[in-house]
């Protein structure tokens, strides 16, 4: 059974910091490309960052320079450190694996940016 379960989501104050991990379990973490994407009610999920097995990544505008995504493959476990949070962060985060025909998520972890 693949389990993707995300944590270190809360509230934080703008300009704040979070680092959220997602650890996984019944598939072959290294062989997977692993992101992290964001929902709020009435929008689509969007990308946030994106790392592909060979360790490339990818941001979306909004939070480059900003938020940085890694990996550890011995612990199955994919991580976003989040910098200089802004309110528009405010969304439930949600990790994902995927490669060709397989794409596998988390339940999400809710990140509040308010003072």
């Known amino acids: 059974q693949v389990q993707l379960v995300e944590s270190g989501g809360g509230l934080v104050q703008p300009g704040g910091s979070l680092r959220l991990s997602c650890v996984t379990s019944g598939i072959i973490f290294s062989i997977y490309g692993m992101g992290w994407y964001r929902q709020v009610p009435g929008k689509q999920r969007e990308l946030v960052a994106f790392m592909t097995r060979e360790g490339s990544t990818y941001y979306g505008d909004p939070v480059k320079g900003r938020f940085t995504i890694s990996r550890d493959n011995a612990k199955n476990t994919v991580y976003l450190q989040m910098n200089n949070l802004k309110p528009d962060d405010t969304a439930r985060y949600y990790c994902?694996?995927?490669?060709?025909?397989?794409?596998?998520w988390g339940q999400g972890t809710q990140v509040t940016v308010s003072s």
């Open positions: 994902n694996a995927n490669q060709p025909g397989r794409d596998y």
